[in-house]
Structures are given as C-alpha cells and as structure tokens.
C-alpha cells in the first residue's frame, strides 16, 4: 500500500534553532497534510497542499510540496518552546480515499 | 459544536473481555475515521466511513474488532476476547470527506489497557 516516511524520528534542538522534517514518498501523492500533536494530546491539524512546488506560509512554520509531489517538508524558524511536540505528515490515498499518516518526527527543545 | 468526543476516555481490562468505544463526530461531518496509536509511532489506520457505509477495514485488523456507524453519525469500535498487545490509544476522527475539505479533526482518543 501507500506508504509516507517520515526523518528524522527524533530532533532535539536548543531554543532559537531551526527545525525541518521531511516526508517522501515512492509514489506521486495527490495531495498532503500536516498535523501537530503536543505530548500527551491528539493530531492537530496544521495544513494541506496539493499543487506541485506549493509553499504556504503560517507565521513561523513554512510547508512546501515537491515540484514531483513526491516530497513535503515543514520548516520552523527560531523554535519556540511551543513548538514542542510530534509533527506528522499523511496522505489521502486516491481511490480507497483513507487518511494514511507517516510515523512523525518528535521535536524536543532545550530552552 | 464541541468538535468530536469520544469516550470512554480510559479503559482498563481484563485479557479476554470484550470492550467498546464510542465516537462523536462533528455532527455535518461525513467520513469518520479510526485509528490506533502506541507510543512513539503514528496514527495506524482501522477503518473508516463514509456515512453508514464502512469503506475499508485495514488488513492488519484481526476479526476481534468490529466498528460500526448506524444512522451515518456515532461509532462504535468494539474489541472482543481484548489481549495485551490491543493496549493502545484508539483515536476516533471526523471530516467533511468533500474534495478540498478532507482535513481529519480528532477527538480526545480511548487510552486502553489490558492487563
């Protein structure tokens, strides 16, 4: 099936730093999606891109959709400590019509 | 509107009891998702619905779960004969399901345990 991975696993970043996980896939996605879920809370979700090379833009957090739409990234700028928490990317697989979700990058941040 | 519920919000049992949830989606909402969650990992999806239609029930899913939409509004997920390895949150999700509107909005989750 459809299958989004998701790296890092795990970053651990000093107040202030940058911050960017990326999602690739082998297949071209029609569309993706990002969600946030703080410790100990649920998936939030964050945005949606379908177009290829697609930026959009939420204060300091920055999505971008490959021109292949085979890839996505979301990029944080000077991390605060609220952006604690595990970022995941998914999928709506075209067909079945499912949400499908990558295994999520877990941001720390050392104040 | 509250945005999607779910209760109970925790559930401890006992290995071989049966067990079920119950979701409250956004009441317009038309597709309704579940998924499991265990610690350190994503989202795994159940099964997911479109109205009262189930669509599809992911193959990883033995026949102990069951999940069930009457009337096309709350679910219900229901795990028979639970073992320790179904400890997990379970995650119940809503969304429009129109095109361009298909972003998931979760509800709080079912944390099980089975012990």
């Known amino acids: 099936g459809q299958q989004v991975m998701q790296i890092p696993q795990y970053q651990h970043v000093q107040e202030g730093e940058d911050f960017t996980t990326y999602c690739n896939s082998s297949t071209t996605l029609s569309n993706i999606q990002w969600y946030k879920q703080r410790p100990g809370g649920h998936p939030v979700f964050l945005i949606q891109?379908?177009?290829?090379?697609e930026v959009k833009k939420q204060k300091r957090l920055t999505f971008q959709f490959g021109e292949a739409k085979k890839n996505s990234s979301l990029h944080i700028t000077a991390t605060q400590t609220t952006d604690v928490g595990t970022y995941f990317c998914a999928v709506l697989v075209q067909g079945a019509q499912k949400l499908v979700f990558g295994q999520g990058t877990r941001l720390t941040i050392n104040p | 509107d509250t945005g999607v519920s779910q209760d109970p919000r925790h559930k401890i049992t006992k290995r071989g009891q049966n067990v079920t949830f119950r979701c409250d989606p956004i009441?317009?909402?038309?597709?309704l998702y579940w998924y499991r969650q265990t610690l350190g990992q994503g989202p795994e999806f159940l099964t997911y619905?479109?109205?009262?239609?189930?669509?599809?029930k992911s193959r990883l899913l033995s026949d102990r779960f069951s999940a069930e939409r009457p009337k096309g509004s709350f679910s219900t997920l229901e795990i028979q004969r639970t073992e320790q390895g179904d400890s997990a949150m379970y995650l119940c999700?809503?969304?429009?399901?129109?095109?361009?509107?298909?972003?998931?909005?979760f509800g709080q989750g079912t944390r099980l345990t089975v012990v």
């Open positions: 009441s317009e909402h038309n597709r």
């Open positions: 619905f479109q109205n009262e239609a189930q669509l599809e």
């Open positions: 891109l379908v177009k290829s090379g």
């Open positions: 999700a809503s969304s429009l399901g129109l095109t361009g509107r298909t972003e998931a909005f």
